[in-house]
C-alpha cells in the first residue's frame, strides 16, 4: 500500500508543470492548442453559416452551448485527422479554415438565391462546376480564393515562428525514417480521430428520420422537416451529417410483395370498373401531341400586390391572364419557395411525392432506380416519341440519368440547341428560344410526341444589367436596394417570359397537328420575403402558390383546376382530357382530394393523416424508388 502511495505522489509530482519535461509541456501545449483552435474554427463556421453574422454566430454559443461543444469536439476529431497527415498544428488549422472558407461560400451563395443551407446533396454536382459558376459572384469567388490563400499563408507563417519550440530534438541523428517523421503519434492522431468522429456521430447519421427526434443529453431536436431549423439550432457539422442519411430511403412498416400486389389488383379493378363502357380514350388512340412546360420561377405578383404593390406601363402577364380565362387552369402550392426546381419537376413528370424520401430523387435515387413509371414512359408504350429539353446542362441534377429512367429517349441540351438567344445581358438562353427549339421538334416529326421542356430565362440571379430599360416598378422598397433591384428585375423577366408564351400559343394555333400543354411555374422567386417569412401561415403559403394551366389548340372546356402540389398535376392533365390512365392515377384521385397538398412545409412539422390511401401511396413510393419493383410487375 504505500509502495502505491508513493508511485501515485511520484506521479502527480511529474506532472507538476516545474517538473514536466519540455517534451511533456510540448506535448500539454498542443493538445491545448487544438482544443482551443477547434474552438475558434467552430465559431468561424457558425459565422459563416449565418452569412458573416457575428451577432448570431455568439446567440448560438450561449444560447445553445451543449450543442455549440458537441460540434467544437467533432471539429476537434477533424483536426486531429488533419494533424495525422501535416503534424503542424497552425498548417492544420489553416487546412481547416480554408475548407470552411471554401465550404460557406457555397452556403452564403445558395442561401441567399434559395434560403436554404448547403446540404450533402448539393455536392453531388461538384462535377459540374463549370455550370455552377454561372450561380456565384465571379468577384465573391475571387475574395473566396485571397481569403483562403491568406489563411494558409498565416498558418504557415505562425508555424515558422514556432518552428523551434515544437522541435524534439536534431531530428537529422534520427536514422529510423519512421520516428524521424514522427509517424507513430501521426497514424494515432489520423485513427484516433477518424474512430471518435465516427462512433460520435453515428446516432446523427443513422437517427429514425421522424419529424422530430430529441436527443435530451445536447438538450436538442432533430429537425426533418426544416433544415434551416435544423442547422440553426444542432449547428452546421450537425446539420450537414444529419441530411448525409437523406441518401438511403427509409422502408415503411409493412412493405412486402404480397402489400404491393394488393393495392396494384385493388388499383386495377378500380381502373377496369372506371374505363369499363365510359368515354374514356385511350392514349394510343389519341390525336395529339403532349407538352409538358416547367417554367422557372413562372410567378404571378398579382396575388401579393397587397405586400408587394409596384406600378407598370402596361399589363404584366396579359397572356397568361387570357390563357387564364380560356383554359383549365389553377395553383400549384410549390414543395420549395425560390429553389427546388428538379423535385417538382420529378413530381410532375413521375406522379411520386418526394414527401417520404425527402432527398432530391434525380441525383439521390433516379440514376440508381433504372427505368420507373412515368408520363414519359406511360406515353412511350402508347406510340409517343418523347424527348426533354433544358437550356442548360445536362448534367445538372443528373438529368441525364433521371430523364432517361423516366421515360425520355432523347434529351436536347444547351449544347445540341440551335436557338440560343439570351434576355438581354442575362446568362441564361431565354424563354423565346426554348419555345422555338420545341416547336421545331414539334414540326420536325410526324410521330405523337411527349416533350418534357424545362427553362431557365427567370432563374436567379436577379441582377440589374440584364436589361438596358424597366417597365415595372416597386412600391415601399426604397429601403431595401437589393430587394427592389431583384423585384425590378424579375417583374422584367416575368413580361418578357409571358410575351414569349404568347408568340408560342400564337405559332401553336397556326399548326394543323393538335397540341396540348401543360404549364406550370415550378416556384416562386426567392425575393418576397414580407410573404415567405411573414407570421401568418396564409401568407406565407402564398409564396408557395405558382400557376398551372391546360392548354390546346382545340377545344377544350373551361374548368376550375384544383390546388395541388406536384404530384397531382399529371394526373389532371389526365382528367381534363379524358384519358384512360395507370392504375396508380386512381390511387392519385383519391390522394389528390383528401391530401391535396403533400410537403412537410405545409404542415409546419406535423403530419397529414395518415389514410389508408395515403399509407398506400407510400408503399408504392418506395417500391419504385427504392424497394423490389413489384408495382412494375403487378400494376397495369
Known sequence: MKNLKSTIKAKLTDWNPKNLSSSRKRKLIKVALIVG?????????????????????????????????????????????VMGIFYRPFLSAG????????????????????????????LIMASEGTSLLKFVDLGGLVRMIVAMVLIIMLALWLDHLT??????????????????????PRVMMFLAGCLLFNVSTDFIRHHSGQRYEEIPW????????????????????????????????????????QKIQEIAKKYNKIKAATEKNSQLIDLKDADFNIVVILNESFYDPDIISKYYPYKGSKELLPNYKNIKK??????????DYGGGTANIEFEVLTGLSNYWANTVPYTDLLPRTGAIPALASYAKTKGYKTVAIHPFNGGMYKRNFALKNEGFDKFITEQEMKHTKHEGFSQYINDQSAYRETLDVLKKQKQKQMIGLITMQNHTPYDSDIYDHYDFHPLKLDDDPWQKTSFTTFMQLMHESDKYLGEFVSELEKMNEKTVVLFFGDHSPGVFYRVSDHPEKEVRDLSRLTPYFVYANFDLPKTDLPTNTPNCLSNTLFNVLGLKKPS????????CKETPILTPFYFNGAEPFQSTELSSYQLINYDILGGKKYWKQYAK
Not at 432533430?222 to 430511403?249: C, M, P, T
Not at 396508380?584 to 390522394?591: C, G, H, S, T
Request: aromatic share 18%.
Open 163 to 184: 518552428r523551434k519550440f515544437w522541435q524534439r530534438e536534431n531530428t537529422k541523428k534520427i536514422k529510423n525514417r519512421w520516428k524521424r517523421l514522427a509517424l507513430n
Open 37 to 81: 483552435l477547434s474552438l475558434l474554427l467552430t465559431w468561424y463556421l457558425e459565422y459563416r453559416y449565418f452569412v458573416n453574422n457575428a451577432g448570431s454566430a455568439w446567440q448560438f454559443v450561449f444560447e445553445r452551448p451543449r450543442v455549440f461543444l458537441f460540434n467544437a469536439f467533432l471539429m476537434g476529431m477533424i483536426m486531429l485527422i
Open 326 to 335: 380560356k383554359f383549365p387552369s389553377g395553383q400549384m402550392y410549390s414543395l
Open 95 to 122: 487546412v481547416v479554415g480554408a475548407f470552411i472558407t471554401a465550404m460557406t461560400y457555397a452556403h452564403i451563395n445558395k442561401f441567399i438565391v434559395r434560403g436554404s443551407p448547403l446540404l450533402p446533396e448539393d
Open 584 to 591: 396508380m392515377m386512381y390511387l392519385l384521385d383519391q390522394i
Open 218 to 257: 445536447l438538450n436538442t431536436k432533430l429537425v426533418a422537416w426544416n433544415q434551416v431549423r435544423n442547422y440553426d439550432h444542432n449547428g452546421f457539422i450537425v446539420g450537414f451529417l444529419y441530411n448525409w442519411s437523406k441518401f438511403e430511403l427509409a422502408k415503411p412498416d409493412g412493405y412486402s410483395e
